[in-house]
């Protein structure tokens, strides 16, 4: 599945990105793409990778296997995690507004606390065992 309101580039990194299109996509949770265009058309405009457009974030989509930003394990190497910031609200107006309305987010399972972050709002969709959203500091 695709994305509404994201480029493939904004989502992957450069490497994967260069592949193809088509090929890009697959590696991506639906999920997780659901919940972003979730997020955007709630928030407006945000932003996860700007490569494209000559900006600096390249590791905030989907990460490669081995090497680069972040931990090995992270869901961000698995297609199922994105760090979004938003361009019409605050990380921290995000994260509070999910939280308090759960039931329109039906998959984002994890939240990294904007409070800490400040500068960008990071989810996941995680298979947790949990009935609610679980938030965690970086």
């Known amino acids: 599945m695709k994305a ?4 493939i580039q904004e989502l992957v990194y450069p490497g994967l990105a ?3 299109e088509d090929f890009a996509w697959q590696f991506l949770r ?8 979730q997020i955007r058309e709630k928030f407006g405009a945000c932003t996860v990778n700007n490569y494209l457009w000559g900006g600096p974030r390249v590791a905030s989509g989907l990460r490669p296997l081995v090497g680069g930003v972040g931990a090995a394990m992270s869901l961000h ?25 759960q039931d329109q987010f039906p998959f984002i399972k994890r939240l990294e606390n904007a409070h ?16 609610g959203i679980l938030t965690f500091n970086p």
């Open 116 to 131: 800490r972050t400040k500068t960008w709002l990071h989810f996941d969709v995680a298979n947790t065992q949990s009935l």
């Open 18 to 20: 260069e592949r193809g």
């Open 77 to 101: 190497r698995f297609g199922a995690a994105f760090d979004v910031v938003p361009h019409k609200a605050t990380p921290v107006e995000v994260y509070e507004y999910i939280l308090k309305n």
């Open 4 to 7: 509404k309101h994201f480029k």
């Open 30 to 37: 639906p999920e997780a793409v659901i919940s972003l265009d």
